[in-house]
């Protein structure tokens, strides 16, 4: 199997605190993780791909910044959001990719910024 | 880059039906087409998939066709059944530098009435 976990599965915090969210890859290494975010009723969009040892890549709009990006391990990514605002409420999910196969998605993080 | 567009956003069937949904994509370079299944407040899941290099796979009830030539892909669901009721997105790639990018369809709607 490619299981994918991702930790937590709902959060919500005040405005202006960081949160930070993990990704897992349970039972295979995975050799890219890539962050979605999902707002209501509409497809995914891609915020960045990350690999084990490198900077993430960002997608054009997505502001590196704010939304810090760790791959420690092939095993493990985190999305960190610093400076949370109520724009950034939405579900963050990732994905990792076995090698010559992807898009294993996580359960997906629920944000609510108050 | 790529651009994929899915259709309907809204499908309604009967119980026992069959369900069709088609997408196409704008670059001729992806070769590889997955389809997910997302129920509410959780992660996507792969259904099915194929690759470019097939025209047509089936996994039970489930079958995705693929048109290289006009760059589209549908996928088609048999004798439906209320559990496959979800929203579901397709997706595209082409394998860059060691990993898939995934552009995704804007989600379909599927509800089977019983």
């Known amino acids: 199997g490619a299981v994918v976990s991702q930790h937590p599965s709902w959060v919500i915090c005040k405005s202006g605190t960081s949160v930070k969210i993990e990704c897992r890859s349970l039972?295979?290494?995975?050799?890219?993780m890539f962050w979605y975010r999902q707002f209501p009723k509409q497809s995914l969009m891609l915020m960045a791909t990350?690999?084990?040892?490198?900077?993430?890549?960002?997608e054009q709009g997505v502001e590196k910044d704010k939304f810090l990006i760790n791959h420690a391990s092939l095993t493990l990514s985190t999305l960190t959001v610093t400076s949370a605002h109520p724009e950034d409420s939405s579900f963050y999910i990732c994905s990792a990719d076995k090698r010559y196969r992807p898009g294993f998605f996580g359960p997906g993080t629920r944000l609510t910024v108050l | 880059g790529e651009n994929v567009e899915q259709h309907p956003s809204t499908l309604s069937v009967q119980e026992g039906d069959s369900a069709v949904i088609k997408c196409t994509y704008s670059d001729s370079a992806s070769n590889y087409f997955p389809w997910y299944k997302q129920e509410l407040g959780k992660g996507p899941q792969l259904i099915i998939d194929i690759r470019s290099n097939v025209g047509e796979k089936k996994d039970q009830r489930i079958a995705v066709t693929l048109n290289k030539t006009a760059k589209h892909f549908s996928l088609h669901i048999t004798e439906t059944q209320p559990e496959d009721s979800a929203v579901y997105f397709c997706a595209a790639s082409n394998f860059i530098q060691g990993a898939q990018k995934l552009v995704f369809g804007q989600g379909t709607r599927l509800t089977i009435n019983p």
């Open positions: 990350s690999n084990e040892g490198s900077k993430a890549t960002y």
């Open positions: 039972d295979f290494q995975a050799t890219t």
